[in-house]
Each structure stands twice: as C-alpha cells, then as structure tokens.
C-alpha cells in the first residue's frame, strides 16, 4: 500500500488527537507536526517520535507531505490551507473553514484548480448516529438540536456560533434538502466578548423548520438532536452516538407508543474523519464533507451573526456589564 505522508499544522487540544490519530491509520505516516510554540511542538513531536517543527515553510521543504490538517485558530486558516494548496498538498481544514465567505470561495476555487482534496473538519458528520440517521431521515418537518457545556478559556477568537452552533448548521443543511427562506437569531455575551450563548430558527422554502440553541457557559452538558417526521420522532445524543425512534402504532385498544433503539456500529468520529480523508487523498474522490459543505454551514452562520449583531443600532446581542 502507498503510504501517504500526512503532517499537523497546529498540535494544540484538538491538532494533537490529529497527530496522535495518523500514527492510527493503515496508509499513513507522520512525517511531522508543526507549532509556533517551540516547547509545544517539541512536546507532541518527541511523544509521537516524529520530526517538529515551529516553521511550515521549512516543514513542507524538508518532510514534503503529501496531505495536512489545518489545526490552527480560525484566523489563520485561510493564508496556512492557501499556501499548502499552493505546494500542491492536500488540506483538511478544522470548522469554520475561513472567517470570511470570499475566503472559502478563494480556497474552492484554488483546490478545484490544483485537482487537491480540501475537506472541512465537522467532525459530527462522522458520528456513527449522525451518518446512521442521515440514511432513514427523508422528510423532516421540525429539527431542535441543542448544545449545551460549561465555559472554557480555550477558544478566545470565535463566539459560540463559530465555535459550536456551525456544527448543528451543517448537520440540519445536510439533512434539509432545501433552500432557507428566513433567519432569526438572538445572542448574549456572558464570559467573553463574543456571544457566549446563542439561539438560531431558521426556516426552509420547503416548509421545515429548525431551531439551534447553543451555550459554552451552562452547567450541565448536553449534546442532542431531535428531528420530527410525519409519522416518527427521531433523538440522537451525539455524545453517546445513540438514537432514539417513536413512533405511535394503531392498535385495537387505540394508539399505542412504540420506541425503537437501533443498534449500529460505533467508532471514533476523528478517526473515520482522518480515515475518509486519507481514502479521499488517495483515490482522488470529493470528501464527504466538502468545502462547499463548509462554505454554505460558514454563510448560515455568518447571517446568524448579523442577526445577533444587527446593524440598524437594534442589536439582539445583550452583554453583562
């Protein structure tokens, strides 16, 4: 089997698991990581036993990888996935692609011109629930995803929307299958100066509707999708990967509740992420999750946005003092 020589730009929390991941995969070597922290990279690169470096221009001269995960905060995204598209590298790029719409539209251009593989890191499509019900999902009516946890330091750069409600849009546009006609959104800054918690509806021409609550300062967890069709109702726990059917059956004594609980394989989401994008790299084939996937879940988004941060002085977005 030809290996595919692989590399991570940015070994903070998530780009270790990258790291650590690749050295998982049949098909794949780690030829290096890559941090601007100098003790940082040293730390992931000496623990996996592959060469660091605080460079890329010096990591694409000397490891020449065949294909990257773009791990770094949003802001950098754009300039690092151009100049790996530009030495002729494949990218997979961490959500949200870009922090602007022209960006990404530059990015799927530049890959589609090079013939590279540019896939878009939301991670939830490759949750064993998620890629389970997106086969039996045909019709829905009505789609609540909730995502709830306690506040972290760690991401600074981005608001909630960016951070999480971004994964729920794609998931409900990968479902959907029709153009939005409206968005409504409200937003508050608790902990940051960014919204901190976030509440989205949006509805479809087709008639369906959704609705997106997200928080990073809430003190219990929760990470759940429920989907409303004619005749089912559909829950999905993304933490768990389970999934819950009920539905109501005509019975002699009336209607009765029946529930159903699938049973399906579960794995490591970023390990059938990475895996897809490796397969992707080598057989030529447009990922799953794609950079229009991503370029359309960013232009939702950033209309969220507006709607929080409205320009007219009328702002939905409300801060502590």
Same mark, same amino acid.
């Given at each position: 089997?030809?290996?595919?020589?692989?590399?991570?730009?940015?070994?903070?929390?998530?780009?270790?698991?990258?790291?650590?991941? !690749?050295?998982?995969?049949?098909?794949? &070597?780690?030829?290096? *990581? *890559?941090?601007?922290?100098?003790?940082?990279?040293?730390?992931?690169?000496?623990?996996?036993?592959?060469?660091?470096?605080?460079?890329?221009? $010096?990591?694409?001269?000397?490891?020449?990888?065949?294909?990257?995960?773009?791990?770094?905060?949003?802001?950098?995204?754009?300039?690092?996935?151009?100049?790996?598209?530009?030495?002729?590298?494949?990218?997979?790029?961490?959500?949200?692609?870009?922090?602007?719409?022209?960006?990404?539209?530059?990015?799927?251009?530049?890959?589609?011109?090079?013939?590279?593989?540019?896939?878009?890191? &939301?991670?939830?499509?490759?949750?064993?629930?998620?890629? !389970?019900?997106?086969?039996?999902?045909?019709?829905?009516?009505?789609?609540?995803?909730?995502?709830?946890?306690?506040?972290?330091?760690?991401?600074?750069?981005?608001?909630?929307? /960016?951070? /999480?409600?971004?994964?729920?849009?794609?998931?409900?546009?990968?479902?959907?299958?029709?153009?939005?006609? +409206?968005?409504?959104?409200?937003?508050?800054?608790?902990?940051?100066?960014?919204?901190?918690?976030?509440?989205?509806?949006?509805?479809?021409?087709?008639?369906?509707?959704? &609705?997106?609550?997200?928080?990073?300062?809430?003190?219990?967890?929760?990470?759940?999708?429920?989907?409303?069709?004619?005749?089912? !109702?559909? +829950?999905?726990?993304?933490?768990?990967?389970?999934?819950?059917?009920?539905?109501?059956?005509?019975?002699?004594?009336?209607?009765?509740?029946?529930? $159903?609980?699938?049973?399906?394989?579960?794995?490591?989401?970023?390990?059938? $992420?990475?895996?897809?994008?490796? +397969?992707?790299?080598?057989?030529?084939?447009?990922?799953?999750?794609?950079?229009?996937?991503?370029?359309?879940?960013?232009?939702?988004?950033?209309?969220?946005?507006?709607?929080?941060?409205?320009?007219?002085?009328?702002?939905?977005?409300?801060?502590?003092?």
């Amino acid at each position: 089997m030809d290996l595919k020589k692989v590399g991570v730009i940015g070994v903070g929390h998530l780009g270790q698991h990258h790291a650590r991941v !690749y050295t998982e995969l049949l098909g794949t &070597h780690l030829v290096g *990581v *890559v941090d601007q922290n100098e003790s940082r990279a040293a730390a992931i690169g000496e623990n996996l036993g592959v060469p660091w470096y605080t460079d890329m221009d $010096e990591f694409i001269a000397r490891a020449r990888p065949d294909a990257v995960s773009v791990v770094v905060p949003t802001s950098g995204h754009f300039e690092i996935a151009r100049k790996a598209l530009m030495n002729g590298i494949h990218v997979l790029i961490e959500k949200p692609v870009t922090t602007t719409v022209s960006e990404a539209e530059s990015l799927l251009r530049m890959a589609a011109d090079l013939d590279l593989v540019l896939q878009v890191g &939301h991670i939830e499509r490759f949750n064993s629930a998620v890629q !389970y019900i997106s086969k039996i999902i045909h019709e829905p009516l009505f789609l609540q995803s909730r995502r709830l946890g306690p506040y972290s330091p760690r991401i600074s750069d981005v608001g909630v929307v /960016l951070d /999480l409600m971004i994964h729920d849009i794609d998931i409900i546009l990968s479902l959907v299958r029709s153009e939005i006609s +409206t968005i409504s959104a409200m937003g508050r800054c608790v902990r940051s100066d960014h919204e901190d918690i976030a509440s989205a509806q949006i509805s479809f021409v087709n008639g369906a509707m959704a &609705h997106i609550l997200v928080s990073r300062v809430s003190e219990r967890r929760l990470r759940q999708l429920e989907i409303m069709e004619p005749e089912r !109702y559909v +829950t999905i726990d993304y933490e768990t990967q389970d999934v819950s059917i009920n539905r109501c059956v005509r019975q002699n004594s009336g209607l009765v509740e029946v529930i $159903e609980h699938p049973v399906f394989p579960k794995s490591e989401q970023l390990k059938l $992420e990475l895996q897809h994008f490796v +397969t992707c790299v080598r057989e030529g084939k447009q990922p799953l999750v794609g950079i229009m996937d991503g370029k359309r879940a960013l232009e939702v988004a950033v209309s969220v946005l507006k709607q929080i941060h409205m320009d007219d002085g009328a702002s939905s977005l409300v801060c502590e003092a």
